[in-house]
């Protein structure tokens, strides 16, 4: 129990801890977009499950950070499931409450929660790998500690985040643009485009910040533009219409 009195060890949870709120306001945001069309009695399970759910994995997620980081198509793959959520949360499938068991919606919401933290979890796991390495043999409790305290922190992140798109529905399709963002982002650092000495076959990407903001941007806008069509070819069948149920 040494380590309690290392300033080191303090020092790299206080860390680890700001870089999980200040990354947690995604998870936040898919938490919430996840679980708006929840019965408001059930939000709370979606919420705190899914949350549990995405923290597990990122956990183990953490253990085998570096490899990760080297995994080639890892960041192309989870750009298009990303994609892929946003204009699913942007324009989600249109199913009346008759249609589909309260408990099948409730697993649906927990399962889009942790498909996508897991896969916006990998810059954010070698930030928090990064943050612990300096504590040595304490560094995988640290990451526990450390996520273990910001989970209230997301989870009522989540919640407020509900709310304000029940007032303000614009927020649903900013939050569904901010998952392509991400994605968008994750492509272009993909290391089979990025590594220079690597996968040579593969064309490269230059790794300039103008790169990375260009194909974030476009990301978000593809998510839009997909989500706004699948819901105008909805509105123009009768297929968005409470009638049509």
Not at 32 to 43: D, E, N, S
Not at 72 to 91: D, H, T, Y
Request: charged letters at 15%.
């Amino acid at each position: 129990m040494d380590f309690l009195t290392s300033p080191e060890f303090w020092v790299a949870l206080g860390q680890i801890i700001i870089i999980d709120i200040l990354l947690g306001g995604d998870n936040a945001v898919v938490i919430a977009l996840a679980c708006r069309k929840l019965p408001p009695a059930q939000r709370t399970k979606g919420i705190i499950w899914g949350t549990a759910g995405a923290i597990i994995l990122r956990v183990i997620l953490i253990a085998f950070a570096m490899t990760l980081l080297n995994l080639p198509f890892l960041k192309a793959v989870g750009a298009i499931l990303l994609v892929w959520i946003g204009v699913k949360l942007l324009a989600p499938d249109e199913e009346g409450h008759g249609d589909v068991a309260g408990s099948d919606r409730l697993l649906a919401a927990i399962k889009t929660i942790i498909v996508a933290d897991l896969v916006m979890s990998v810059d954010n796991v070698i930030a928090i790998a990064g943050a612990a390495q300096n504590a040595g043999e304490h560094s995988f409790l640290l990451v526990v500690l450390g996520l273990l305290i910001s989970i209230p922190i997301i989870v009522w992140g989540s919640q407020l985040v509900i709310k304000l798109m029940e007032r303000f529905p614009l927020i649903i399709t900013a939050g569904g643009m901010l998952l392509g963002w991400i994605a968008g982002g994750m492509l272009v650092t993909d290391p089979v485009f990025a590594n220079p000495d690597k996968w040579q076959w593969m064309f490269k990407i230059a790794q300039t910040d103008a790169i990375k903001y260009g194909a974030s941007v476009a990301g978000a806008v593809l998510v839009l533009v997909i989500g706004k069509a699948i819901l105008a070819k909805r509105k123009a069948s009768g297929g968005g219409t409470p009638a049509a149920h």
